[in-house]
């Protein structure tokens, strides 16, 4: 990169607008509901975070430093800036949504519309769209912003009314194509990316938010994807509303649809401004952008740290301090105060129109909830095939291992065979179902948070209607294989000794799935709540009665295969076997073997309890993993930072001398 005296040698580069969807989406009216103007502006944001380790015990690493800025009403706004130069920390801390970390510090001061506020004012006035699109992956695109209208709008509108919503944001967004097409995900084909996108858009559309944050809209997507994407955020910065999104490196015709632009480095401002004047401030400081290149390649390569050597990091790190105090020295000349942020709701009240209540009542979000949860599960044919399919090869395999009869009454033999099929049952419940859990809802749970942020249910309704939703698919495994592997193993050939095995294979299923939500409100990702299973399993796995006799435990751990639901499941299993049945014995006065079913119950201590018995357990166990699961819900809950007054008052911030709405 060459740094020159002069850049009149060449012209200053215009860009060429593209036509294609840019033109198109500018030609589109927005039947969007009208919004009350906000703007945004803020002074001295800086963000520090605590290092982790022993060795950087106090230590903290700066990762905003004193950025101030606006994004006026009606605006599109961007946040620019190298891989790891503190964009989505930006905006973040804009949105009030930097995550809360112990030790860490946030300080400056937010305004909207002139008006100082806190941010959590901001976090409930905006909408904030995430890098990854958190969807259900089989609702269709219609289905996503009908359910957001439930969640998000007055249940006083009529159906009529939200269809309509639903209908002029699907119209909005161009998404009229893909109305009937289902979200879809890396397994699924659904929607393309840049309509993934537009959908995540709609649904925080549906609240009618005048502020919009969106973080990476265009990454992972190719580049015509990435201008109807920005497309559509131009025309909704048309309707008035204030869109500020971190994008990376917008190719030529992205950036001519920018009104403002926040570069960072570093987490260092180094401009903040009309995104057009950028150009010529970049060539004040002898930074000349050739013509026939992208201004924000150019941008960014002129404010990226080059680690290759300790030279060029020197060169390029003194290079955006320079550029950094050139922009704070030419703010401080024009010496004008701040007006940045004013749109023409200027004065309005921040809080205005932001209303924090849940929309709809807590049997609404239950009905909601529940019937978007069986949609899922209903649609989702793989998972369902593999459930069922699982359950039947199980059911087959133990079938032939143990379809051998022996006689009438049964050998000594016959004790450990039923023991050994009985024992796999049980487990083969347990994993089966908790492991259907695990795959799914880790993911899930972002939707939720998200969801729950926006107030569009209470997590009472969501849990309960989750619970509930998940049964009728959990059930269908663990009958069908009770049907097959019974009967096939030949256990006792009674309807009613068949009913009570099937009726404990379906209680043990909803209780790994209890346990499985446990679980997964521990973990952070699927492949975390994968690795957890197993030990927890493990642990009720070695109590269940087969492995340690309970009188021989510890007089401490006597109470541990209380908890273990396989114990319970197994337990129940056996007596609905053993109660009553006799087996042969070679030696006719019975010694060293075992006659009646209640001896095997008295070997294994199964004899204390009857069915009815194991069955309360099994309930009281489901309810204490259930509400276990809710509390790490409601404990886990994003909690975020507070935004706090500088402690050293940063200096006046200007946009431009006509002031930001004049773009
Ligand atoms: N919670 C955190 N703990 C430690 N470091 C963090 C944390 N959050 C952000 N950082 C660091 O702060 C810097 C800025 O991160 P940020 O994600 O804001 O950058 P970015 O410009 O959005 O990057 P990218 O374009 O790669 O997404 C990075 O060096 C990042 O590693």
Known sequence: ?????????????????????????????????????????????????????????????????????????????????????????????????????????????????????????????CAYVVQDDVLYSFLTVQETLTLATHFYLPSALSEQEKATYVRDVINALGLAKARNTIIGDGQVRGVSGGERKRVSVGVELISNPSLLFLDEPTSGLDSFQAQSVMSAMGSLAQSGRTVVAAIHQPRSSIFDLLDMLVLVSEGRIIYAGKAQDAVSFFASQG????????????????????????????????????????????????????????????????????????????????????LRGLKQNKRNKFALAVKILSNVFFALVLGAIYSKREGNPPGQTSIQNFIGALFFVAINQAFGNLQGVIQVFPMEKYIVQKERAAKAYHLSSYYLAKLVSELPFTLLGPFIFACIAYWMVGLEPSLSAFLIFTGFCLLEAICAVALGLVVSALSRDVPTAT?????????????????????????????????????????????????????????????????????????????????????????GITLIFAGLGYAVLRVTSQKYLKMIPPSNPPMPTLLSAEGPHSV
């Open 1 to 125: 990169m060459e740094q020159k005296e002069d850049c009149n040698d060449w012209e200053q580069p215009l860009l060429k607008k593209e036509t294609d969807v840019a033109a198109e989406m500018a030609g589109q009216q927005l039947a969007l509901k009208p919004i009350k103007p906000v703007g945004l502006s803020w002074r001295g944001v800086s963000l520090s975070i605590p290092l982790k380790g022993k060795k950087n015990k106090g230590k903290t690493k700066e990762i905003l430093h004193q950025v101030s800025g606006t994004a006026p009403a009606g605006r599109v706004t961007a946040i620019m800036g190298p891989t790891g130069s503190g964009k989505s920390s930006l905006l973040n801390a804009l949105a009030g949504r930097v995550a809360f970390i112990k030790g860490a510090t946030l300080e400056g001061e937010l305004s909207v519309n002139g008006v100082p506020v806190e941010s959590g004012v901001v976090r409930r006035l």
């Open 287 to 370: 930074w000349c952008c050739p013509p026939q290149f992208c201004p924000s390649d150019f941008f960014l390569d002129v404010i990226s740290m080059d680690y290759r050597s300790p030279d060029l990091e020197a060169t390029t790190r003194s290079r955006i301090e320079s550029l950094h105090t050139a922009w704070q020295t030419q703010q401080r000349k024009r010496g004008v105060e701040e007006e940045g942020g004013l749109g023409e709701g200027m004065g309005a009240s921040p809080d205005a129109g932001v209303d924090r209540g849940y929309q709809s009542s807590w049997p609404m979000q239950f009905w909601m909830v529940f």
């Open 531 to 619: 690795a957890l299973a197993p030990p927890v399993t493990i642990v009720f796995l070695l109590f269940s009665g087969v492995f340690i006799n309970v009188k021989s435990l510890p007089t401490g751990a006597q109470w541990c295969p209380y908890m273990s639901f396989i114990k319970w499941s197994f337990n129940a299993f056996a007596v609905n076997q053993f109660k009553g049945m006799t087996f042969a014995c070679p030696d006719p006065e019975g010694k060293g073997c075992m006659s009646t079913g209640e001896q095997v119950l008295a070997l294994y201590s199964m004899d204390e309890y009857g069915l009815w018995q194991c069955a309360l357990a099994l309930v």
